[in-house]
């Protein structure tokens, strides 16, 4: 397996261009791959075509929102059907504690929190100790660009 396809591939959401650029330029030097997409509704389509390591999604996120996003990938919403789309690890960034009370906590599938301002050094070690933990959980899963790559 080639060292590059370990890089955690990270799914960056957000429809502030000013924040996903910041996130998808930054964490490409943090040792991460990026691919960004600025609504819920086109993440929902990227996790139809392939998987990612690890998510990042703005509290803010306009259109059908955060929350409901987070619903209908962690199979709890009441507008889907309710399968699970992904299993991965989802960071949520809000600008505030009411904006992130919007959201939801755990039980709507938020494995971390950060709160603005965002300093890309604590972020990216966030990131790698939530991917850490959750391969840790499953063993035998491969990188996100490996299973897209499929057998060898």
Do not use: C, K, N
């Given at each position: 397996?080639?060292?590059?396809?370990q890089?955690?591939?990270?799914?960056i959401?957000?429809?502030?261009?000013?924040l996903?650029d910041?996130l998808?330029?930054?964490?490409?030097?943090?040792g991460?791959?990026t691919?960004?997409?600025?609504?819920?509704?086109?993440?929902?389509?990227?996790?139809?075509?392939?998987?990612?390591?690890?998510?990042?999604?703005?509290a803010a996120l306009?259109?059908i929102?955060?929350?409901?996003l987070?619903?209908?990938?962690?199979?709890?919403?009441d507008?889907?059907?309710?399968i699970?789309r992904?299993?991965i690890?989802i960071?949520?960034?809000?600008?505030?504690?009411s904006?992130?009370?919007?959201?939801?906590?755990?039980e709507?599938?938020v494995d971390?929190v950060?709160?603005?301002?965002?300093?890309?050094?604590?972020?990216?070690?966030?990131?790698?100790?939530?991917?850490?933990?959750?391969?840790a959980?499953?063993?035998?899963?491969?990188?996100?660009?490996?299973?897209?790559?499929?057998?060898?």
């Amino acid at each position: 397996m080639s060292p590059a396809l370990q890089r955690p591939h990270v799914l960056i959401v957000a429809d502030d261009r000013e924040l996903s650029d910041f996130l998808g330029e930054g964490l490409v030097y943090a040792g991460f791959w990026t691919s960004t997409v600025a609504s819920a509704l086109q993440a929902l389509e990227v996790f139809r075509l392939r998987s990612f390591d690890v998510m990042v999604l703005d509290a803010a996120l306009g259109g059908i929102g955060a929350s409901e996003l987070l619903r209908r990938l962690r199979g709890r919403s009441d507008r889907a059907t309710a399968i699970e789309r992904t299993d991965i690890p989802i960071l949520v960034i809000a600008a505030s504690q009411s904006e992130l009370d919007s959201v939801g906590d755990h039980e709507a599938g938020v494995d971390h929190v950060v709160l603005a301002p965002i300093e890309l050094e604590d972020l990216a070690v966030q990131l790698s100790e939530l991917v850490s933990a959750w391969r840790a959980s499953h063993p035998g899963r491969q990188w996100a660009d490996e299973a897209a790559l499929g057998p060898a």
